[in-house]
Nanobody
Framework: QETLVEAGGGLVQAGGSLRLSCTTSGFTFMARAMGWFRQARGKEREFVAG????????NYVDSVKGRFTISRDNPKNTVYLQLNSLKPEDTAVYYC?????????????????WGQGTQVTVSS
């Protein structure tokens, strides 16, 4: 059974940092691109960052460029999202997801497996 478990969320003041992790099992992690999405209360889920199977190609939504960094450790079947210079508008539930393929993609429909999410709350 495919599982993705996010960790590392929490409450942080504006300007602070968090590191999210997503540990996976049940599928061939290194064959798939991975992504992070977020969903704020009352809003649609949105793409935040993606990384290809090898970890040498990434993509970010404009609002997080220069502040967030996605990375992966294939031997550990884990993907990370480093969140720096956090803003109150970054408050959301953050989800990791495994794509159907190996290249970076940005839409929800292109992702196959999903985690349950971890809450990130940024206070002003």
């Amino acid at each position: 059974q495919e599982t993705l478990v996010e960790a590392g969320g929490g409450l942080v003041q504006a300007g602070g940092s968090l590191r999210l992790s997503c540990t996976t099992s049940g599928f061939t992690f290194m064959a798939r691109a991975m992504g992070w999405f977020r969903q704020a209360r009352g809003k649609e889920r949105e793409f935040v960052a993606g990384i290809n199977w090898a970890g040498d190609a990434t993509n970010y939504v404009d609002s997080v460029k220069g502040r967030f960094t996605i990375s992966r450790d294939n031997p550990k079947n884990t993907v990370y999202l480093q969140l720096n210079s956090l803003k109150p508008e970054d408050t959301a539930v953050y989800y990791c997801a495994a794509a159907y393929g190996s290249v970076v993609v940005t839409t929800i429909s292109q992702y196959h497996y999903w985690g349950q999410g971890t809450q990130v709350t940024v206070s002003s």
